[in-house]
């Protein structure tokens, strides 16, 4: 469908070219005056014809004329027919710039508000009002007789009246403990301190409620310094009352003292573990892998939209393997977005007068100097986190899985260490003679003998290459993972399924290979290298460029960090 109708011009020239029939056809264009068409739609809402005069509603200049009347005061209120033939407000304009400013220090950088263009703007529940009520109401004998004070007390007055069966129900909440789910956006708010109680336990800095989701900061490692990253909390809809205290996902106000200390405790006991996941770590994983998301959706929430990661249905696949825990390959392979750590404002959400309060106040979006501070460095130089910020460190860590070939997301409490095969390679049935040179080379290469070691080409002798060939199950692959158990590093297999047979991609996912190998001290295991060392000959221009690619990578990529 065209906005011009067929993609002819909107207004034709015609031997009477206007209403009154006065103005013959001439050139295109000679007229010097603005002339509207309007145009007409049939009820598939497709184009009809273009029109000289409106054919329903109102004239522009009316309606723009009334906006600005409305404009000029210094609330307009918005109000909606309901189904019993009365209005109700929907929606509140602030226009007065003093009133908009005294508006902005009280409700500092809650989710749900609108100040665009000018005009602030607020739709009913009216949720950010009721978070803050303590606040407005503070603020609104202060300098009486001012300007600022007069608009102040004319908005607390038509807002009291909207808010107030919203109120009485938030004051019986906090008194009694029970809320209906629709009700929740009103105590859930940001800058709280939530908990998921459920296995693995978590806890987070609320900044969004999304239906049956909070949305929550946490503490991450991205493989360089810590940082405040994204999680969501979700907990089942429910219908009818309910104790706050019965569900999952709830502030810490709603729980008791020695259930907080409890999880507290737990809670920063992980966290030094995951401290202690600094860096490049291989572990055996008996769990679920979960492949990684890659990217962001906009969901509309009680508190505003929020980008948060989405977890498509992508299938887990249920594996007792080996994965290499490092979240700086993971992020260089997928990138990071999170915010700095002093966003976080752990000791406003956590306490008031020493006790976890039910309602935040204007001067606790103000903190975040106290939540800046670190405990000692440690020995490679990074900042210790203090046990706040160890509590709200993730559940789960980036990891590799090495049989699969793909970066997952593994909790971290399942996470054991190997229990390494050292007495596969008195198993291993070879030549002993050979035998004797392996372990030879292994030695030297596991003490650092080697290290020294060159060709007369700088940096091309820094390896171990081994070449194992034989007929089937003669124990080419178990003598690499033999080795692989022996020196305790990881064994990194690829084969054609892994390379491809393409020259370009089999280059590229070599050098990945060779790359990943060289990173976490892996040793390479070609496997039917035969299909890429083939002897080269003039019919097999394919093979040839292939092998070229294989045998120029080994050459020219620095492997002294690495046994292949």
Known sequence: MSSWGDGDNPWPVKDSDSADGEVEAGELGHICEVRDAFAEFDKSGDFVEWLDDMP???????????????????????????????????????????LQDVLRVILGDHPDWSFRKGTVSFQKPFVPLVHHWEQLCEVVDIDAGSEA?????????????????TLIRVKQIMKTGCAAFSDLQFVYKPGQLFFDSRPPMAAGISRDY????????????????????????????????????ELSVRPAWAYSEDDIKNMEAALVERGRKYEALRGIHYRFYPGILKKEHT???????????????????????????????????????????SDSLS??????????????????????????????????????GTKRLRDEQAMLTVSTVHCFSIENKMWCTAKMDDLKDIEWNTQAFDNLVIDEAEKRLLVGFIGATNNGKLQHFDDFVHGKGKGLVMLLCGPPGTGKTFTAESVSENLKRPLYRVDTSDLGMDPKTLESNLKTALDRCARWDAILLLDEADVFLEKRTSSNLTQNEMTTSRLLSVVVVNLSDMTS
């Open 210 to 245: 999304i239906h049956s989701e909070v949305i929550v900061s946490q503490v991450v490692w991205n493989g360089e310094e810590y940082r405040a990253t994204v999680s969501r909390f979700e907990f089942p809809r429910f219908a009818g009352i309910r104790s706050i205290s």
């Open 343 to 380: 966003s976080l404002r752990i000791t406003s959400a956590m306490y008031r007068n020493g006790q976890y309060y039910k309602a935040s106040t204007a001067g606790d979006h103000q903190e975040s100097q106290e939540d800046s501070h670190w405990e000692d460095e440690e020995d490679d």
């Open 295 to 337: 990217h962001c959706e906009v969901e509309a929430s009680g508190w505003g939209d929020t980008c948060i990661p989405s977890i498509p249905s992508l299938p887990t696949q249920a594996i007792a393997g080996r994965v290499i825990v490092d979240a700086a390959g993971q992020h260089g392979h997928r990138g990071s977005s």
């Open 56 to 98: 329903y509603g109102e004239e522009e200049d009316p309606v723009r004329k009334a906006k600005r009347i409305r404009d000029t005061y210094a609330i307009v209120c918005g109000h909606y027919p309901t189904r019993e033939s009365t209005w109700e407000v929907q929606t509140i304009w602030v226009n007065n710039p003093i």
């Open 149 to 165: 004070q007069k608009f102040m007390k004319l908005f607390m007055d038509l807002i009291r009246g909207e808010l107030r069966d």
